[in-house]
T-cell receptor, first 115, second 109 residues
Framework: GAVVSQHPSRVICKSGTSVKIECRSLDFQATTMFWYRQFPKQSLMLMATSNEGSKATYEQGVEKDKFLINHASLTLSTLTVTSAHPEDSSFYIC???????????FGEGSRLTVL | GQNIDQPTEMTATEGAIVQINCTYQTSGFNGLFWYQQHAGEAPTFLSYNVLDGLEEKGRFSSFLSRSKGYSYLLLKELQMKDSASYLCAVRDSNYQLIWGAGTKLIIKP
């Protein structure tokens, strides 16, 4: 079945540095990928919708200059957390689907800890 | 506004049956999803309903009533590994997924 791979699974960084998270669709072309953030014991919060070849659509309250999203190809989207702060520590998850019908496939998630 | 309501937490006994309800109010409807999420892991797909009725998949079944804005996930023959959060999500008229807060299911021996 379709698989979405996310890397890295865990990352620890110092405050003020930038971290890049990759999301790849391994056996299908994903024109749209979604980036979520999840705090402990809370549900998924959609941050942005990443569209191949165009700018990402950010949800209200999500800083586009802080969370840079690039969807350069049909199989790769990246999320860069710029100038990370401890409050950015969270579980970041990407997902992708095949067209408008059917299920979304999730990446394994990336746990970011900012010291 | 749009919202998805599901119970915060439920407890059930190993071997029993549990039903997790989800009610929704969204601008349009293009399908309802159930996902399972174990602590610290990404969600995994369980079911997709777009027409009214019951979809059965092994021990799991999902029901949808569009007129009532209601769905449930039914888990039979509960196993300890079913302890997880169950997320209900509805795709609205813009094909955006609206997520519920999730139901934490605790299975006791």
């Amino acid at each position: 079945g379709a698989v979405v791979s996310q890397h890295p699974s865990r990352v620890i960084c110092k405050s003020g540095t930038s971290v890049k998270i990759e999301c790849r669709s391994l056996d299908f072309q994903a024109t749209t990928m979604f980036w979520y953030r999840q705090f402990p014991k809370q549900s998924l919060m959609l941050m942005a919708t990443s569209n191949e070849g165009s700018k990402a659509t950010y949800e209200q309250g999500v800083e586009k200059d802080k969370f840079l999203i690039n969807h350069a190809s049909l199989t790769l989207s990246t999320l860069t957390v710029t100038s990370a702060h401890p409050e950015d520590s969270s579980f970041y998850i990407c997902s992708a689907g095949q067209g408008d019908a059917g299920e979304l496939f999730f990446g394994e998630g990336s746990r970011l800890t900012v010291l | 506004g749009q919202n998805i309501d599901q119970p915060t937490e439920m407890t059930a006994t190993e071997g029993a049956i549990v039903q997790i309800n989800c009610t929704y109010q969204t601008s349009g409807f293009n399908g309802l999803f159930w996902y399972q999420q174990h602590a610290g892991e990404a969600p995994t797909f369980l079911s997709y309903n777009v027409l009214d009725g019951l979809e059965e998949k092994g021990r799991f079944s999902s029901f949808l009533s569009r007129s009532k804005g209601y769905s449930y996930l039914l888990l039979k023959e509960l196993q300890m590994k079913d302890s997880a959060s169950y997320l209900c999500a509805v795709r609205d008229s813009n094909y955006q997924l609206i997520w519920g807060a999730g139901t934490k299911l605790i299975i006791k021996p």
